[in-house]
């Protein structure tokens, strides 16, 4: 039973258009979440986090928005580039050092010139 | 989907012994396994990048011969941290891209490493 899921496995955007990429949890008690991104070849690299007591936060062109009673958090690109294409990992924890670090089975983004 | 195991998940050593970390792919053959470390409050760093076969490939500032990494098998790296010091005290976790394709990476559940 997947704790974290990322339902959609592909999603393709227009060059600066907005990419909008979802994340669901079914465990209540995860309070810190983090996106990954992962070109080919590559390992993941982080891209943002937001901690529970939360609902945005923001870094350039990429925010995370989390909404607790809804268990769904979604990243979005603004505006998306050709750079952005990879495949992205939600992940969440009990706490922000990483006890119980689960991630989602990723979404891969396509963004189209 | 494909499962990569990570064991142990936690782990308490004394200071100048050392402990071997296992992340096993169980349902796939891993071409590449990445080995990161998690310091509180930050983002994973990437430790490593073990191909099967080969000699690990370490990433700036991470010293070889304080972090063995063997990757002798598609489905088995092992990471030892020798000589463990408390500043050791991390959390580290494992990764693996399945054979074929480079853009899945699955995690494992990660170790937390206390160094008393």
């Known amino acids: 039973d997947q704790q974290v899921k990322q339902n959609s496995p592909s999603l393709s955007v227009q060059e600066g258009r907005i990419s909008i990429l979802n994340c669901d949890y079914t465990n209540s008690m995860f309070d810190y979440f983090l996106w990954y991104k992962k070109y080919p070849a590559e390992g993941p690299t982080f891209l943002i986090s937001i901690s529970s007591i939360k609902d945005k936060n923001e870094d350039g062109r990429f925010t995370v928005f989390l909404n607790k009673s809804a268990k769904h958090l979604s990243l979005h690109i603004v505006p998306s580039q050709p750079g952005d294409s990879a495949v992205y990992f939600c992940a969440a924890s009990l706490d922000n050092y990483g006890q119980n670090f689960v991630f989602g089975p990723g979404t891969r983004l396509s963004v189209l010139p | 989907g494909a499962v990569v195991s990570q064991h142990p998940s936690w782990v308490i050593c004394k200071s100048g012994t050392s402990v071997k970390i296992e992340c096993r792919s169980l349902?796939?053959?891993?071409?590449?396994m990445f080995w990161y470390r998690q310091f509180p409050k930050q983002s994973l760093m990437l430790m490593a990048t073990s191909n099967e076969g080969s000699k690990a490939t370490y990433e700036q500032g991470v010293e070889k011969d304080k972090f063995l990494i063997n990757h002798a098998s598609l489905t088995l790296s092992t990471l030892t941290v020798t000589s463990a010091h408390p500043e050791d005290s991390s959390f580290y976790i494992c990764s693996a891209t399945r054979r074929k394709t480079n853009t899945e990476a699955f995690f494992g559940q990660g170790t937390r490493l206390t160094v008393v």
């Open positions: 349902d796939f053959q891993a071409t590449t």
